[in-house]
Structures are given as C-alpha cells and as structure tokens.
C-alpha cells in the first residue's frame, strides 16, 4: 500500500501557528484519554463572551447563495423524525441518520464541499479513473452537489446518487439521478460488476459494518474499477497543545467514539483505519492512503491553509447544532438545554485565535483487479 499518490496536490502541511502556543487558560482538569465530562460540567462554567469571527467575510457570501431544494418523493419517505425541531431521516430498516436533512444542514454539506474541493486542489477525485468513464456511483450523496459537479464534468457518463433521505435537489444534470437506497443492506440493490467508480464522502457514524461496506461495493464495481471513500476524524487536532482534553473541543470526539459505540456506528474510521483494513479485507488492490490536516479558523499564515480554515469553521458554524443534536441528546441522553450551553462554549473556543486547531481528513483509494 503507498501511503502518497504520484501527482495527488500535496499533503497540507501541519499548518504553522501565528503565535507561541497560549498558556493554558485556567489549571486543566486531570481527565483521561476517554472521560467525557458531565454535562453539568458545562452548565457550571460560565460562559465566556462570544469572539467575532475576522477574516471571514467571504466564506459568508460565497455561500449566502447556496440553497438546496428537497426532492418531493413518496410519503413515507417524507415522514422525517423531528428531533428538537429538526427533521431527521426516519428509522427504516437498517439506515439511522446521525445528521439532520434540513436546510442549515445541506448548506453545512454544501460548504464542505466547497471545503473538499480546496482539499483536492480543484479535483473531485484522486483515483486514476479515465476521462471516459461510463458509470458512476455516489453512495450517501447528501444534497448531491459532489455527483452534480462530477456528472456535469462528464456529461457521458451515467451518474448515480443514493441517500437514506430524500434531501437532493430536483433541477439537476441529465445524466444524474438520485435514488433511495440504504448504503447498510446486506446486499445492495446494484447488479454485479456495474460501476467504473465508486465514491463515497463522509459516512462516518453511519455504517453498520465497513468491512461488509467495501465487499458490497466491491461486488458492483467492474473489473479494474476504482473505489474512492473521503472520511474524516472526529478529532479536533492540534501541534502546539492548544486543545485540552478537559475544554469544550477536546471533548468533543470522546462523546462521539462513545455515542458511536452505543450507536452501533463507528465514528474512530480514521483512527481504527478502517477504510484500509476494509478495503484489503474486501480484496480491493493498489490502495493509496492520503492524510490531509485542515485547519479549523482563520489562524493559519498561510493563504491556501487559511482560506481551508475559513471554510471548514463556517461548515462547521453553519449547522453545529446539527452535528450534535442526534448523538448528544438521542444517544447520550443530554437534554436541549444541556446541549445548548456545550456548544455556546465551543463556538467560544472554535473562534478562538489562540486555538491552532485541525483536523485529518483521509482519502483512501483502490482498484478493483482485472
Ligand atoms: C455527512 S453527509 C455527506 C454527504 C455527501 N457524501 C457529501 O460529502 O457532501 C452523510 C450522508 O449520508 C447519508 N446516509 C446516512 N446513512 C446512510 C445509509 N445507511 N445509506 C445511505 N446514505 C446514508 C445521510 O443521509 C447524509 O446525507
């Protein structure tokens, strides 16, 4: 396995800082790798005042114009779960969405590709796939914005979106479609030896078995085909000690490997390898590995890194109640209130200039042999 692409943009380097690593605010509490403080913890700490974002002007109206319309599909589809006045995709099946599939939601998903697409350098892919592709499959597509610049950039190619929820757009490319299907099925719906490529982005949290995953979409990807799945840690990362276990960021992940756990849908794919150890299990070959760092705020000095900061904080603004609400409240039992006060702390830290944080971003990809 080659652990770099020959011709993949470089890895974003461990973004610099701009000033000396802050001393830490108050004494940290001793908390082990795994704590996870009680939510009390937080509605004991005052809330600091908020810090203004800088610098981020044009993320905002970059994206002040992106909207996504839902798909008007079948009923029972539409009968979305309404979590704290959210929707939800409802239980069916084998398929629990983690993340809402309203509006502040698809713009959250649509500012991530934004993100995803500075990540790549411009590309929508790394895998060597030929320009002439025939048929293509986005395996929980979201609002579909990856598989309608993918199928605009290859109009002869036949493009497949599928998502457990109905959140895509009805105005879209010719040889785009979306359909309703659940990535978690024992077998899926796809024929044999089908697809020339298969991608998939951000599934974290959302399936049952990755090792059952990759053999299934091994299953519908034709011989010498190609497999390219992006998924990202939970971890908000840091190279100068500025995130601590005990604040509101460092915490952050320790509920979400637990909530993951109780779930029944990893959120450690990063840290278990899990796309690797999947995809040779599966009996994929030739499997690139790429870890890229992407800076969380405008702290970077560098331009690119800090545009990718921009970028991945207003993701992350644009819907952090969202990426919450599910696992915090519905899987670890914390209450709106409770929620509400943890994130009014860390939107204080995630704005915070003192904070140098990133997170990984990892993009493993594979051949189907011949
Ligand atoms: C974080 S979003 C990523 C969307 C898209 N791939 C992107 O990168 O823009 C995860 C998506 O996976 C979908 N999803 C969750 N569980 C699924 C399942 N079992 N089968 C298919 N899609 C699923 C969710 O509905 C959501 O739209």
């Not at 105005?171 to 044999?192: G, K, Y």
């Not at 140098?356 to 990892?362: A, D, E, I, P, T």
């Amino acid at each position: 396995m080659a652990n770099d692409a020959p011709g993949s943009p470089p890895s974003t380097a461990p973004v610099e800082a701009t000033t000396a690593p802050p001393e830490p605010a108050a004494k940290p509490v001793t908390v082990s790798d795994q704590t996870i403080l009680p939510a009390s913890h937080w509605q004991n700490a005052p809330i600091p005042d908020p810090i203004p974002a800088e610098d981020d002007g044009d993320a905002d109206s970059t994206y002040s114009s992106i909207q996504s319309s839902t798909a008007s599909l079948t009923d029972s589809i539409l009968q979305y779960r309404t979590i704290h006045g959210r929707t939800f995709h409802s239980e069916r099946g084998r398929a629990q969405a983690w993340t809402p599939n309203d509006e502040s939601q698809a713009e959250s998903m649509d500012m991530n590709h934004h993100l995803c697409t500075l990540v790549l350098d411009g590309k929508l892919h790394l895998a060597p796939i030929p320009d002439d592709v025939e048929k293509v499959l986005d395996i929980g597509t979201g609002t579909g914005v990856w598989a309608m610049d993918f199928a605009d950039l290859h109009p002869a190619a036949q493009v497949i979106g599928t998502d457990v929820s109905p959140m895509q757009p009805t105005w879209v490319p010719p040889n785009l479609q979306f359909q309703i299907d659940d990535a978690n099925e024992e077998e899926w719906t796809w024929r044999e030896n089908e697809f020339d490529f298969v991608h998939v982005r951000a599934l974290f949290g959302s399936i049952i078995s990755w090792p059952a995953f990759y053999k299934e979409a091994y299953r519908v990807t034709k011989p010498g085909g190609y497999i390219e799945d992006h998924e990202w840690s939970v971890k908000f990362g840091c190279d100068d000690g500025s995130v601590l276990d005990d604040s509101p960021m460092g915490q952050w992940s320790k509920v979400y490997w637990e909530g993951g756990k109780k779930f029944g849908r990893t959120f450690r794919v990063v840290e278990d390898d899990e796309q690797v150890r999947g995809m040779e299990a599966a009996g994929w070959k030739d499997i690139v590995k790429k870890d890229i760092k992407v800076p969380i705020g405008s702290w970077p000095r560098g331009e690119r890194e800090k545009t990718m900061g921009i970028f991945s904080r207003g993701m992350w603004e644009a819907d952090a109640e969202g990426y919450v609400l599910y696992i915090w409240g519905t899987v670890m039992g914390w209450s709106r209130e409770e929620i509400q006060v943890y994130i009014a702390h860390l939107r204080r830290q995630v704005r915070d200039p003192n904070v140098h944080s990133w997170y990984l971003h990892r993009i493993v990809y594979a051949r189907k042999p011949e």
